[in-house]
């Protein structure tokens, strides 16, 4: 599968942002999907995951717990990561990950595609 990732720019803290990652292939609903960042100068860090049949299955890193949200469209072959209240900490490269495996999917390891990144900057 080949993921392309969009919807980063620069946005003032507090503001909000949609991030897509849109999938090639006709069995996108068979992989779980995550979202990962990397800020400067850090290591690539989880933040959101997705099981196949979506809702329920979401799971969040902590630190974005109520101000991000994950869903995806099956029919679309898309994820999505709705960013709100966005502070400038949240600045850094966002990449969205799929894989077909089971296991631990806060581990970047894990997942087999990688999207290319898009960029969010937030200004204070």
């Known amino acids: 599968v080949q993921l392309q990732a969009s919807g980063g720019g620069l946005v003032q803290a507090g503001g909000s942002l949609r991030l897509s990652c849109a999938a090639s292939?006709?069995?996108?609903?068979?992989?779980?999907m995550g979202w990962f960042r990397q800020a400067p100068g850090k290591e690539r860090e989880f933040i959101a995951t997705?099981?196949?049949?979506?809702?329920?299955?979401?799971d969040y890193a902590d630190s974005v717990k109520g101000q991000f949200t994950i869903s995806r469209d099956n029919a679309k072959n898309t994820v999505y990561l709705q960013m709100n209240s966005l502070k400038p900490e949240d600045t850094a490269v966002y990449y969205c990950?799929?894989?077909?495996?089971?296991?631990?999917?806060?581990?970047?390891?894990?997942?087999?595609?990688w999207g290319q990144g898009t960029q969010v900057t937030v200004s204070s």
């Open positions: 292939g006709r069995t996108f609903s068979g992989y779980v």
């Open positions: 990950a799929a894989t077909y495996n089971t296991g631990t999917y806060y581990h970047a390891s894990i997942y087999d595609y």
């Open positions: 997705i099981g196949r049949s979506g809702g329920v299955t979401a």
